[in-house]
Nanobody, 125 residues
């Protein structure tokens, strides 16, 4: 099973940018579709973005479309989330996740088998 470690979270002012990165180890990274999810205090974990094994197709939650970009580098075993024009409502713990091997892509957390420990993103208004 793949192990995932997120980095890049922090405190940023509204309108600013952050880039999250997720490093994978212990599996064949190119066989996993990848996703980013987030969980704000008192709320359920929600989908943010996902990407297919080759990076050819991406999905985004409606509120982040045009502001966030998911990308992956299969040579480096990383998946990134570039977040621009951040808003206070983007404040949450952000999690990287991997599906089972050869799964195409999903927005459903139940389809993701491996999860990172999360990284905190705080946007001040």
């Amino acid at each position: 099973q793949v192990q995932l470690v997120e980095s890049g979270g922090g405190l940023v002012q509204a309108g600013g940018s952050l880039r999250l990165s997720c490093a994978a180890s212990g599996g064949t990274f190119s066989t996993y579709a990848m996703g980013w999810f987030r969980q704000a205090p008192g709320k359920e974990r929600e989908f943010v973005a996902a990407i297919t094994r080759t990076g050819g197709t991406t999905y985004y939650e409606d509120s982040v479309k045009g502001r966030f970009t998911i990308s992956r580098d299969n040579a480096k075993n990383t998946v990134d989330l570039q977040m621009n024009s951040l808003k206070s409502e983007d404040t949450a713990v952000y999690y990287c996740a991997a599906t089972a091997p050869f799964f195409r892509i999903s927005r459903n957390p139940a389809d993701f088998r491996s999860w990172g420990q999360g990284t905190q993103v705080t946007v001040s208004s």
